[in-house]
């Protein structure tokens, strides 16, 4: 069974950081992409940034230069390290994981980041 583990969000004031981590077990396949969305009430889920196998990043175009995606293979754990961070940055944030070779892709269970003073 995949399971998603997130941790990091939190409260923090205009212009901190935070670090969010996804950890993924319960697979054997390899990963394709692993990616984070980000979703405020009453809107749509968003891409915020998303990392492919090979290593290739892409990036919303409102969290440019602020946040960056990377993962540690080993340890099967994507993070997305949150700069500058604006009070529009709020909201529920998801990872995603997709598997080669499986149709399904797989969320995390969400964790909220409020950027708030």
């Known amino acids: 069974q995949v399971q998603l583990v997130e941790s990091g969000g939190g409260l923090v004031q205009p212009g901190g950081s935070l670090r969010l981590s996804c950890a993924v077990s319960?697979?054997?396949?390899?990963?394709?992409?692993m990616g984070w969305y980000r979703q405020v009430l009453g809107k749509q889920r968003e891409l915020v940034a998303v990392?492919?196998?090979?290593?290739?990043?892409s990036y919303a175009d409102s969290v440019k230069g602020r946040f960056t995606i990377s993962r540690d293979n080993a340890k099967n754990t994507v993070y997305l390290q949150m700069n500058s961070l604006k009070p529009e940055d709020t909201g529920v944030y998801y990872c995603?994981?997709?598997?080669?070779?499986?149709?399904?892709?797989?969320w995390g269970q969400g964790t909220q980041v409020t950027v708030s003073s």
């Open positions: 995603y994981i997709d598997f080669l070779g499986d149709p399904q892709g797989y």
């Open positions: 319960g697979s054997t396949l390899s990963i394709t992409s």
């Open positions: 990392i492919i196998s090979g290593g290739s990043t």
